[in-house]
């Protein structure tokens, strides 16, 4: 079991920015492939943005469009969210597989962050 937990969330206005954090509590993430993704009530979970074990491969959803960024270490993995629309508001969830299984193969999610972007 790998107890994840996202910080970083917020009310922000339209074009602003936010920095997503995810870590495991009291363990290394090292050799593990994570992964970001965001629901909206009533909607499925859609995914944002992912990062290979080793750090060798980035994918984005294809709404980013060049405005996030996904970066990790050893002890946590960030989102940074630049240019914020109010349809990016959801809760952001953090995800987690050993190694890398497939994309839709996460294993473990933390509670999430609310995001909310206001007009």
């Known amino acids: 079991q790998v107890q994840l937990v996202e910080s970083g969330g917020g009310l922000v206005q339209s074009g602003d920015s936010l920095r997503l954090s995810c870590a495991a509590s009291g363990r290394s993430l090292s050799g593990y492939s994570m992964g970001w993704f965001r629901q909206a009530p009533g909607k499925e979970r859609e995914f944002v943005a992912s990062?290979?074990?080793?750090?060798?491969g980035r994918v984005y959803g294809d709404f980013v469009e060049g405005r996030f960024t996904i970066s990790g270490d050893k002890n946590a993995v960030y989102l940074q969210m630049n240019n914020l629309k109010p349809d990016d508001t959801g809760v952001y969830l953090c995800?987690?597989?050993?190694?890398?299984?497939?994309?839709?193969?996460?294993?473990?999610w933390g509670q999430g962050a609310q995001v909310t972007v206001s007009s």
């Open positions: 990062i290979l074990w080793n750090g060798g």
């Open positions: 995800a987690a597989q050993f190694g890398y299984t497939g994309a839709n193969k996460f294993t473990y």
